[in-house]
């Protein structure tokens, strides 16, 4: 199920010096300022930031945001389909107008997450930076939410880089759109902590997202289950994925898609990870007939 979202405008700042060398910045915190603080930003309501204060969430209406490094990401991905940015305006005797930026993106997760909100930082060939964060709110367990934004913005942009942020809690999220390589060396990390001090324990799935159900199915409704092979290695990568048997093979194509973008906890054996294969079976039900939890 996809659910547009009319947005109110977001909240936007032409960020400075505050944003500056951000690019490749491993996971973060969002703070705003409150006062002569810089807050951890927790939610976001109505396009306002609300930040964690003196152990208090309160509001701010600062225009002043930041990053600070976080210690992890929290171990869930979200999948972003289409994410797109342009921009658009034009030229009135010299001088530029009806400058706008327009981004359109879709999340999907197959947990319940509430106080879900985004950050794009996005760098002009031009001396400014900037930001733009906007609420998502909760997002339902396989229902899609689509955004269609557009941001009036002063000045040309011209062309330039972006990074997309998702937060959960103030928490940032693994993305489907971060790039591999920096999701690879996060996720590394995370299941090092994880296994340092186990002296014995089986694989299992760690992080990753649900298969989609396929479209080409949605008419028929039919349940179905596939039966994937796998091999682990010693950092929770997954190798050599096959279907070895499927309801329809159009299950098998959407259990492929998924689980390359799966890590696992590897197998434990005297303390030490080890590769393993492993058989996995998973199970499609058509949506909006999922048994409730």
């Not at 259990?255 to 973008?261: C, H, N, T, W, Y």
Request: glycine letters at 6%; hydrophobic letters at 40%; aromatic letters at 8%.
């Amino acid at each position: 199920m996809r659910i547009p979202v009319r947005l109110p405008r977001p909240w936007l700042i032409l960020a400075f010096a505050l944003l500056t060398g951000v690019t490749g910045r491993a996971q973060s915190v969002f703070l705003a300022e409150r006062g002569d603080k810089m807050c951890p930003v927790v939610s976001m309501r109505d396009s306002r930031p609300q930040v964690l204060a003196d152990g208090k969430i309160v509001e701010t209406s600062s225009n002043r945001f930041s990053f600070a490094k976080a210690e992890e990401y929290r171990p869930l991905l979200v999948t972003v389909r289409d994410f797109r940015i342009n921009t658009s305006g034009r030229n009135v005797n010299g001088s530029p107008i009806n400058n706008e930026v327009h981004l359109h993106a879709e999340f999907e997760t197959p947990f319940h997450l509430d106080d879900v909100f985004f950050v794009v930082e996005l760098h002009p060939d031009r001396p400014e930076n900037l930001l733009f964060a906007h609420e998502v709110g909760t997002l339902v367990p396989r229902e899609a939410r689509q955004f269609d934004l557009t941001i009036p913005v002063s000045g040309r942009l011209g062309n330039g880089q972006y990074r997309l942020h998702v937060f959960a809690g103030g928490r940032e999220l693994l993305h489907s759109k971060m790039p591999e390589e920096v999701r690879d060396r996060a996720l590394d990390r995370m299941v090092a902590k994880r296994i340092a001090s186990v002296h014995a324990a089986d694989p299992q799935p760690f992080v990753g997202p649900a298969p989609d159900y396929p479209e080409k199915l949605l008419k028929e409704g039919r349940s179905g289950r596939v039966m994937i092979s796998i091999r682990v290695d010693t950092a929770g990568r997954v190798h050599d994925l096959a279907v070895q048997s499927a309801d329809d093979p159009a299950f098998g194509e959407a259990a492929l898609s998924a689980v390359q973008l799966w890590r696992f906890l590897p197998r434990i054996t005297d303390g030490k990870p080890v590769e393993s294969k492993l058989l996995m079976p998973l199970d499609f039900t058509p949506p909006g007939q999922e048994k409730k939890t």
